[in-house]
Structure formats: C-alpha cells, structure tokens
C-alpha cells in the first residue's frame, strides 16, 4: 500500500468524523430525542440532523470500504480472506479493530438509515438516540484504526 493512498483514504474519513462530530455537538442540547423533541425541530436542525445522518453513513462506509481493506494492505494480511467476515476477523486479531461483531452493529445502523420512517415519530426518536451513542462508537473506531496504521506508515 502506498503511503500516499493510504493517507488520502485517512483524510477522507477524517474530514466525514469532523462533521459528523459537528452535528453531534450542535444536536447535544436536543436530547433526549423524543417523538416530542423531534416534531418541534427547526428547519435548520432537521439539516443538521440530515447531516448527522449522512456522514455517519459515509463514515461508516468509507471505513468498510476504503479503510479497513487498505489496513490489511498495509500490514500484509490479505491473505485468502474471501468474505468480508473473514476481513473484519483477521483486522480484530491483528489489533487494527476493536470489535468485529461491534463493527457490524455499525454497519448495521448504517443501513437502517436507508430505511425512511417519516410517519413513525416513535421509530424515529429510537433509531436517532441509538445512533448518537454509536457515532461515538464509530469515532473511536476510527481513532483506534488510524492509531494502529501509524506504525506501519
């Protein structure tokens, strides 16, 4: 793995968890979210909860995608690893990921995201709280991550 590349991948994800981190603190004094809560939101939080929403997403995947395969590159782990499964397995063991099953809960309220609940105020409150706690649990990840590269930098 190039050094170069691998540090552009860094940057990317870099720059989706400062904004991210952003909208968490602009959206700190909203909680606890609630059916409630969200029905008097502004047109400008509901952007910023927009926002929240996508760069947890294109953290998550930019991660997934990008960064994670680029750190078994780097370490020459690759290996046979067939399923991404096996990825997130060999990453855990090596130290580069915390957790592989909290991983998938990651990705996991990722793709709940896709899934639009405009008429269910009750789901909405839900799925936000839950992923506001895990948005921190991803910016760790990524600082556990980028920690781990730097030895192989």
């Known amino acids: 793995m190039n050094r170069d590349i691998f540090l552009s991948i860094a940057d990317i994800c870099q720059t989706h968890a400062e904004r991210l981190r952003w909208a968490m603190n602009e959206l700190e004094q909203r909680k606890p979210f609630t059916p409630e809560?969200?029905?008097?939101?502004s047109q400008l939080e509901l952007a910023i909860f927009d926002q929240f929403i996508v760069r947890f997403s294109k953290l998550q995947d930019a991660m997934g995608a990008k960064l994670l395969p680029a750190i078994l590159e780097l370490t020459h782990e690759e290996g046979e690893l067939a399923s991404f499964i096996d990825k997130l397995h060999r990453l855990e063991k090596i130290g580069a990921l915390s957790s592989?099953?909290?991983?998938?809960?990651?990705?996991e309220m990722r793709n709940q995201f896709a899934h639009d609940y405009p008429d269910d105020p009750e789901i909405q409150a839900s799925l936000l709280s839950k992923?506001?706690?895990?948005a921190t649990v991803l910016?760790?990840?990524l600082e556990h991550v980028l920690s781990f590269a730097e030895k192989y930098l």
């Open 131 to 134: 992923a506001f706690d895990m």
């Open 37 to 41: 809560t969200l029905g008097k939101l």
């Open 139 to 141: 910016l760790n990840e």
């Open 100 to 107: 592989s099953n909290q991983w998938l809960k990651l990705r």
